[in-house]
């Protein structure tokens, strides 16, 4: 099993920014997809960004493109989330998740993600 905690949350004004780390312990990383989602109030959980378990392939809604950046770093068993000119509809309660996996394809679906963080939040000031 694996244990992941967000960290990295907080208030920022519209135009900031701010890095999200999920350590993770348990288990390595290395054959595990990562992912991070958001939930805003009222609204449905969403993918932001996903990475594969070589972290050769990634993905990000079209709503962050150009903003966000997902990485990992295997060695120290973390993913992170690079949000920059953040927005005030960017405001969620953020989550990392692992899903476990023997290929490189990236995983977008929530349900399919086997281990779920507490969720970090996130709230961009206007």
């Known amino acids: 099993q694996v244990q992941l905690v967000e960290s990295g949350g907080g208030l920022v004004q519209a135009g900031g920014s701010l890095r999200l780390s999920c350590a993770a312990s348990?288990?390595?990383?290395?054959?595990?997809?990562l992912g991070w989602f958001r939930q805003a109030p009222g609204e449905e959980r969403e993918v932001v960004a996903a990475?594969?378990?070589?972290?050769?392939?990634?993905y990000y809604t079209e709503s962050v493109k150009g903003r966000f950046t997902i990485s990992r770093d295997n060695a120290k068993n973390t993913v992170y989330l690079q949000m920059n000119s953040l927005k005030p509809e960017d405001t969620a309660v953020y989550y990392c998740?692992?899903?476990?996996?023997?290929?490189?394809?990236?995983?977008?679906?929530?349900?399919?993600?086997?281990?779920w963080g507490q969720g970090t939040q996130v709230t961009v000031s206007s």
């Open positions: 348990g288990r390595t990383l290395s054959n595990y997809n």
């Open positions: 998740a692992a899903d476990w996996t023997t290929g490189l394809r990236v995983e977008t679906t929530a349900w399919k993600y086997d281990y």
């Open positions: 990475i594969n378990r070589s972290g050769g392939s990634t």
